[in-house]
């Protein structure tokens, strides 16, 4: 493996000047496909890739000092009107020159609430938009959200909140919120912006109330502030109890980033499941649209079409990854498609004007008898092109032969007849865990050879539930490691789950335990697949092994014929050949990177940028450090 310091050995190598350029205006990407069509930096000269610059922001905690909760990078900034924007855990917004990494400006919320519940700060990007008939002061804008619900308005050029916006530059999310508790009700990804239309999702914690708040999908005129519709996630037919004069509680809501059609006036958003998430005996049809593909008409919020890619979802296997837009020769016959990815490592081909598959979906049978009180579907939808990514079955391991001899032993007095097992009293096995398969990363697509590239992580839990009066009784804390408690408050139940791992502390998984694979969309076929990152920074020397590692995060390809990716536990930025699944060139970090890289070069006279966050995660320390690379002088 090439580390970092080979990357300096060829300096006096002249950076060539050549082929497109292109910004990084969203999110994702155009398309949401992770996707560049920049080949500056190509498989013939990644080895001289070089850090270029840095930016600290300092808005780092540990979650012990001070009233901040622990705190994680994850963001991928957007690079759009000359210059590149990022939002911080601590709510933040700085931007930056693209080629240098010198500050622009930085806006300070002065967030409110600053505690962080059970989940680490994350502010995962902002969004821009331009008044295309202005060019008054704020008519180029980035929006975004705080912790304490509150969209804001910034203009793009100076960093000031703009004043026709809302009051003072901000609107409210929590009008008409039922149950809106301080920092459990909040976006975590940037919004949809669509024909002056901002389009905001929300996180809602999981597992801890069936009154949790809901999970209403809200628009906002980009110019004034006005809320111009919403949709709340409800079947056509629900009757709401007398006593809700808000949005219904409970309903499934859309924390990971939405996805913006402008050809046909559509988002697509991605759901996730109603609460308690663990427990559904008591929905009453409240799930609908739960663990769903929603396409909603972006100027009245009316539902297009919606697909269901888990049916009762009672595995919090929530639809965590943004809908990604594709039309490609050779794939469904050229038909423009969404890709849906899930944590499954299930990937549904949709038609973007219907929803309905591309390739087929099967209706298969699935474990049943679950916990009394509990409805499960008797089937879930099953792809056949993609084949399935990840295993439907636990292959049990561990570091070291009796090690998983442990496991073994461990994994018998639990529920384990694959995919799908419902949770249950004496504890059932879930592979993939909540975790994923596929999380928020995402997958990258490249739409001229019709790949996608994905990263897996194998992790499996244990989810148990507890009679209420057994619950109430214990009456655990919140949270926890390694045992989670959850108290679904209002359910028959509350819920313990656990990670499933070895005496040495590793997953109870055969290795590898996180993965990076090649996907032939054509064909549905894994091209290639290998491990993805190293024991390092997880386990003590000599315990550092190419194991794969479970990961978080994304990835993005290049027409230079490289997929770029950090993910992993270890502290190192990578670069692979797409082709092959070789790894070329990496980089060690400050911290774990887990979030999507991007790609970027202004002009004919400029670099090819290559650009990750590098802020850490649960299982390494806090991070601040924004990275781009590019080749040398």
């Not at 295993?391 to 570091?399: A, C, D, N, S, W």
Request: proline share 8%; aromatic share 10%.
């Amino acid at each position: 493996m090439l580390l970092a310091a080979c990357t300096q050995q060829s300096s006096s190598l002249p950076v060539s000047y050549t082929g497109a350029t292109a910004n990084w205006p969203s999110y994702g990407g155009q398309k949401a496909q992770h996707y560049s069509a920049l080949d500056q930096i190509n498989r013939e000269n990644i080895q001289q890739l070089e850090l270029a610059w840095t930016h600290n922001s300092g808005d780092i905690s540990n979650g012990i000092d001070g009233d901040w909760g622990r705190s994680t990078l994850q963001v991928t900034p957007i690079v759009t009107n000359g210059s590149l924007y990022y939002c911080t855990p601590f709510g933040r917004v700085f931007s930056l020159d693209p080629e240098t990494g010198s500050e622009r400006w930085v806006y300070d919320p002065q967030v409110k609430n600053k505690r962080s519940g059970l989940y680490p700060l994350a502010c995962r990007g902002v969004s821009y938009w331009q008044d295309k008939d202005s060019t008054a002061s704020c008519s180029k804008r980035i929006f975004y959200a705080t912790r304490d619900a509150e969209v804001i308005a910034l203009d793009a050029d100076t960093g000031e909140p703009c004043e026709s916006f809302g009051s003072a530059g901000r609107v409210s999310l929590q009008v008409d919120i039922t149950n809106p508790a301080a920092q459990k009700f909040y976006p975590t990804s940037p919004p949809a912006i669509i024909n002056d239309t901002v389009i905001f999702g929300t996180l809602v914690p999981d597992n801890e109330t069936v009154n949790a708040a809901s999970g209403v999908i809200q628009a906002f005129d980009a110019y004034t502030g006005e809320r111009r519709w919403v949709w709340e996630p409800l079947p056509d037919d629900f009757q709401k109890p007398d006593n809700i004069s808000g949005f219904m509680p409970g309903t499934p809501n859309a924390w990971a980033p939405i996805t913006a059609d402008e050809e046909r006036g559509l988002v697509y958003v991605p759901m996730g499941n109603p609460s308690p998430d663990l427990y559904g005996g008591e929905r009453n049809g409240i799930d609908y649209y739960g663990s769903s593909t929603v396409a909603l008409n972006a100027e009245t919020g009316t539902v297009a079409w919606h697909f269901q890619a888990v049916h009762h979802d009672v595995w919090d296997y929530d639809i965590a990854s943004q809908p990604q837009l594709f039309q490609i020769d050779g794939v469904a016959n050229g038909k423009a498609g969404v890709l849906q990815a899930t944590k499954m490592g299930h990937v549904f081909l949709l038609d973007r004007d219907t929803g309905k598959p591309l390739y087929p979906v099967e209706e298969r049978p699935v474990p049943q008898d679950g916990v009394a009180g509990e409805q499960l579907s008797p089937t879930q939808p099953f792809p056949t092109h993609p084949v399935p990514l990840h295993p439907h079955q636990l292959e049990i391991g561990g570091m070291i032969g009796f090690d998983a001899a442990r496991c073994k032993k461990d994994v018998e007095q639990f529920r384990n007849e694959g995919i799908f097992t419902p949770p249950s009293l004496q504890g059932s096995v879930a592979y993939p865990a909540t975790l994923g398969g596929i999380n928020w990363g995402a997958t990258a697509i490249d739409p001229v050879n019709g790949m996608m590239y994905v990263n897996q992580m194998h992790y499996a839990m244990v989810v148990q539930l507890i009679p209420r009066a057994e619950y109430d009784e214990l009456n655990p804390p919140t949270g926890g490691y390694p045992d989670e408690f959850y108290p679904m408050k209002g359910s028959a139940y509350g819920a313990k789950r656990t990670g499933l791992m070895s005496f040495l502390g590793s997953p109870c998984v055969k290795k590898p335990w996180g993965t990076l694979s090649a996907v032939n969309l054509k064909s549905g076929q894994i091209e290639w697949k290998i491990p993805l990152g190293t024991t390092r920074d997880l386990a003590p020397w000599p315990l550092w092994f190419n194991s794969g590692t479970p990961n978080m995060g994304g990835a993005v390809v290049t027409a230079g014929k490289l997929l770029f990716i950090g993910a992993t536990t270890d502290h190192f930025f990578r670069a692979f050949d797409v082709s092959t699944g070789e790894e070329v060139w990496r980089h060690r970090t400050p911290t774990s990177a887990n979030a999507t890289p991007l790609s970027y070069r202004l002009r004919e006279s400029s670099k090819q940028y290559v650009v990750v966050a590098a802020g850490g995660h649960g299982w390494s320390d806090p991070g601040d450090s924004i990275m781009a690379f590019a080749l040398p002088d």
